[in-house]
Nanobody, 124 residues
């Protein structure tokens, strides 16, 4: 059974950077696309980025485009989200989510295994 565990969250000042990691146990992630979602306080979860199984297809939502970079290391069963120029509005719980298929497609569908999330707080 797939289990996903996120790490790397924390408190950072505006303009700072963080790198989130998503580790899989139980099964390899290499055959599946992975999406990062986030949920800000009082708001619904929204997808922000996706990477296909090979890493050749990458998608970003507009609020993070140009500031966040998704990547993966299939040999180590890891997916990363490098976040730069962080803003207070990036404050949220960030979730790593496995997709059912190898390709991203629409970001908010076909997501079937969720991690527990990691808190990112951007504040001075």
């Amino acid at each position: 059974q797939f289990q996903l565990v996120e790490s790397g969250g924390g408190l950072v000042q505006p303009g700072g950077s963080l790198r989130l990691s998503c580790a899989s146990s139980g099964h390899t992630l290499k055959d599946f696309a992975v999406t990062w979602f986030r949920q800000a306080p009082g708001r619904r979860r929204v997808p922000i980025s996706c990477i296909s199984d090979s890493g050749l297809t990458i998608k970003y939502s507009d609020p993070v485009k140009g500031r966040f970079t998704i990547s993966r290391d299939n040999a180590k069963n890891l997916v990363f989200l490098q976040m730069t120029n962080l803003k207070p509005e990036d404050t949220a719980v960030y979730y790593c989510v496995k997709k059912r298929y190898s390709m991203c497609g629409p970001l908010d569908v076909d997501n079937d295994v969720w991690g527990q999330g990691t808190q990112v707080t951007v504040s001075s």
